[in-house]
């Protein structure tokens, strides 16, 4: 159920409670866990913990420690005997997950919670139980201990990332099923690729919203005006794993660099329509995307509103109400495939709105080179966040996408931008772009 309904109702059991047994209850952690920060049902040696700042990835490794130490399910049927601390340097294992707010010291009852010696880098649980602190700038530090559990903390910040954790693998050899909890802000690197592709490892991912209740309001508010949609918000809060490509045309570095939060006023507005090959619902996406020019010649996109699985009628309709709702100038069509078949779909839907065809004459990485261009020149700016299309524009190169679909939302841009900035005195190009 919802958070916010069953804190209610945990609420009114506590107050039911002597005051013996709220403490109790308060810590049992199972109670309040979102699903996405408890144990995985499914069978796993690694639990990779994706999630966006302050999405509750500390408390998610630190409950499944204590869990683990003290032998209780769901976490483990029997104690473990030797866990592994690692992260990025001695003073983020101590202040984050050990002395941290949402670390190991805060998350026990009094009368369970370990011994903590610095000085020896060690825990020690009444379980006998016992966790050690290793690090990433050490990594031959962990050549020689063993252990049956490992919580490693911010994994994609480690220096010596592989060094550190081949070596953790190396010692994970005690038990009947040694595991491991990865919690991490996700970036790009290849460990975390070949985690999330290895069926062995279980993963879970929150954003920095799904903590809402934990985090203050204005703290939400601000970091979601100012990041929402950019690959920083999108790795940062929502925990994504942004890709990019190095052969790309476009990188996410030039892409914020041209990022505004609202266009000025402009001279001339288009709205691109890349139609889909057919109208079956498996076909291509109908990419749809707005753009406009300022009095100085700078680019400004305003709008991706691309359709997956539209009929004809549908993405025509889209396309005049974007067309209307920006009081744009024109609808420029690719109409390389069923051309007249888009000019009379948009036709039966607004007669009035001014069509201009637009025909490929060249492929599609061509034709986007020009437009990748002016990203460079500084000449385009981005009047927001647009992350699928901006995906896109991260992962075309010579041989298309990476995923081997149909660039629709690029092709939309580029058709828009064209039209715009590179055809003969404002006119559109209709051939050879």
């Known amino acids: ?243 990019e490509r190095p052969d790309a045309l476009w990188t996410r570095a030039l892409i914020e660099a041209s990022r505004e939060p609202a266009a000025p006023p402009l001279a001339r507005i288009v709205v691109a329509v890349d139609p889909p090959a057919s109208s079956s619902q498996r076909a291509d996406r109908c990419g749809l995307v707005a753009a406009g020019v300022d009095a100085e010649g700078i680019g400004h996109v305003l709008a991706d509103a691309t359709l997956s699985g539209a009929r004809p009628q549908e993405w025509a309709q889209a396309a005049v109400a974007l067309y209307r709702r920006l009081e744009a100038d024109a609808l420029v069509v690719e109409v390389n495939q069923g051309g007249e078949m888009a000019q009379a779909v948009i036709g039966e839907v607004d007669a009035a709105v001014p069509v201009t065809p637009v025909r490929a004459s060249r492929g599609k990485y061509l034709r986007a080179e020009p437009v990748a261009a002016l990203y460079e020149q500084g000449r385009v700016r981005h009047a927001g966040a647009f992350p699928a299309l901006e995906d896109e524009m991260c992962d075309f190169g010579p041989a298309g996408l990476g995923t081997g679909r149909s660039p629709d939302r690029l092709d939309a841009l580029v058709w828009a931008l064209a039209h715009l900035m590179l055809a003969p005195k404002g006119r559109p190009r209709v051939r050879g772009l």
């Open 1 to 243: 159920m919802p958070l916010p309904i069953r804190a209610i109702r945990l609420g009114a059991i506590l107050w039911t409670l002597p005051p013996e047994l709220v403490e109790i209850v308060a810590y049992e952690w199972i109670l309040f866990a979102r699903p996405d920060q408890l144990p995985p049902a499914r069978d796993w040696q690694s639990w990779l913990v994706l999630g966006g700042r302050g999405a509750g990835k500390t408390r998610t490794g630190a409950e499944w420690v204590k869990g683990m130490a003290l032998g209780r399910p769901p976490f483990t049927g029997r104690a473990a005997r030797r866990i592994a601390l690692v992260g990025e340097t001695q003073a983020q294992v101590r202040d984050v997950m050990i002395e941290g707010v949402s670390g190991l010291l805060a998350i026990h009852l009094r009368d369970e919670r370990p011994v903590w010696s610095p000085s020896r880098r060690r825990l020690e649980w009444s379980s006998g139980a016992v966790a050690q602190v290793f690090t990433a700038e050490d990594p031959e530090g962990l050549r020689g201990p063993q252990f049956d559990a490992a919580w490693c903390d911010e994994l994609a910040k480690w220096p010596n990332l592989q060094e550190t954790w081949d070596m953790l693998q190396l010692g994970l050899r005690l038990g009947r099923r040694p595991r491991q909890v990865v919690t991490t802000t996700p970036r790009p690197l290849p460990l975390v690729r070949r985690l999330l592709s290895d069926p062995l490892v279980a993963v879970s991912r929150a954003t920095t919203r799904d903590n809402r209740y934990n985090l203050a309001a204005s703290f939400l508010t601000a970091v979601e005006r100012a990041y929402a949609g950019t690959r920083l918000g999108r790795q940062e809060l929502d925990g994504e794993l942004v890709e």
